[in-house]
């Protein structure tokens, strides 16, 4: 007969999973960290050696979030995905750099040639805008198609990637390109006389439905629009998340003009004039970057409990982080540590150009880079 002992007095106790919250602190430390010293480095207003904000800083910033969308998103890192890290990252980071800066210089010196509305030299930047501003419909449509379509038809047709990602591209250009020809362009083209809506409403508008795309798509795990059929019927998921974007996008838009006129004040209001109605899309970029975030980060917690307080916990947390970023962002980092111009009132800044950079290095670092040299931080469990 043998002596057992008790295993908490001969062995060493277990060791615990690492917290979710510390990975994902430690993701936003770094985050944070490269994106200030390649703002200083790129954009700032008073300590970078080059003279790019906002214009053509914002632009080529756009244009790599694209970028970033079209082979992560739609062809899921094809190609980039035989890579080990930290080589998988660089390749990443040095693909999107030149292609937004390519871009960007085409548009501006090619085209602009051309067209005055694309001219580098046209008043205030608006040159370099007037490309970027495709990009606007392109996060919604893009995103909208792998978030809330997942990839259908084409994964239905038997296709992989990175041929689904390129036929996705492909053919979403088509309603892109008309959303921009109609909605964007004329906002800002130094010929059009009478546009459907001004470029405020139409940045406010659109980007409150690029919010619903990516709340219901990616925070909500595509609810409400998989009650409409899920697998087994996608073609009715595609044709509610579509309709369903646009209704619930303007009434995030709606809802939001009266918020951010709560936010920045009375004073600020009215010195913005028409010009608040712009402002839903600042809102909205800081609650992009936290779903963002929370996704790919935090783990898209809590996960544990049943789908509606999952859900509804995940909205409510992103959203009220989202608020108090906007107003840590105008009331104090745009001026204090981002140096950036008076645009009304006491407020300063553009939340679209740093809040979308901070978008970029999340999914630069922690999607492209998977987070390199804190994976031995990530937990192990996803239940939470």
């Not at 200083?40 to 080529?60: E, G, K, M, T, V």
């Not at 006389?193 to 990616?218: A, C, E, H, N, R």
């Not at 999340?362 to 239940?383: C, I, K, N």
């Amino acid at each position: 007969m043998t002596a057992t002992l008790s295993p908490s007095s001969t062995s060493a106790p277990p060791k615990r999973s690492p917290s979710w919250a510390v990975f994902g602190l430690a993701n936003l430390a770094v985050v944070t960290a490269v994106a200030l010293a390649t703002w200083y480095l790129l954009a700032d207003p008073q300590i970078s050696p080059w003279n790019f904000y906002p214009l053509p800083f914002n632009a080529a910033l756009f244009w790599a979030i694209l970028f970033v969308v079209f082979i992560g998103f739609n062809c899921e890192f094809a190609g980039f995905d035989r890579l080990s890290q930290p080589t998988r990252g660089i390749a990443i980071l040095g693909t999107t750099a030149v292609f937004a800066v390519a871009v960007t210089w085409v548009l501006a010196n090619g085209l602009g040639r051309l067209f005055p509305d694309f001219a580098a030299d046209r008043a205030d930047g608006l040159g370099y805008f007037a490309g970027a501003l495709f990009v606007l419909f392109g996060f919604g449509t893009w995103v909208m198609a792998v978030l809330n379509w997942k990839h259908w038809p084409w994964t239905a047709l038997g296709l992989r990637q990175s041929l689904v990602g390129l036929c996705e591209i492909a053919f979403i250009a088509v309603p892109t390109l008309a959303l921009y020809l109609v909605l964007g362009l004329p906002s800002v083209s130094l010929s059009a006389t009478d546009p459907l809506m001004s470029v405020d409403t139409v940045l406010g508008w659109f980007y409150s439905i690029v919010v619903s795309v990516i709340l219901t798509g990616q925070t909500l795990d595509n609810w409400p629009w998989r009650i409409f059929g899920g697998e087994r019927n996608p073609r009715a998921v595609v044709l509610a998340s579509t309709v369903g974007n646009v209704v619930l996008g303007t009434a995030i838009y709606f809802v939001m003009v009266p918020l951010v006129e709560i936010l920045v004040g009375s004073v600020a209001t009215t010195e913005l004039g028409d010009a608040i109605h712009q402002f839903p899309a600042q809102l909205g970029v800081c609650w992009a970057f936290w779903m963002i975030f929370w996704a790919n980060a935090f783990g898209n917690r809590p996960t544990r409990f049943g789908d509606g307080r999952n859900l509804l916990l995940r909205a409510a947390l992103t959203f009220g982080l989202a608020v108090v970023t906007f107003l840590v962002y105008y009331r104090f980092a745009a001026e204090h540590i981002l140096h950036e111009p008076v645009v009304a009132g006491d407020l300063r800044g553009n939340a679209l150009g740093f809040l979308d950079w901070l978008v970029l290095w999340t999914l630069l670092y922690v999607v492209g880079f998977q987070s390199f040299g804190l994976r031995r931080w990530a937990p192990s469990v996803a239940g939470s």
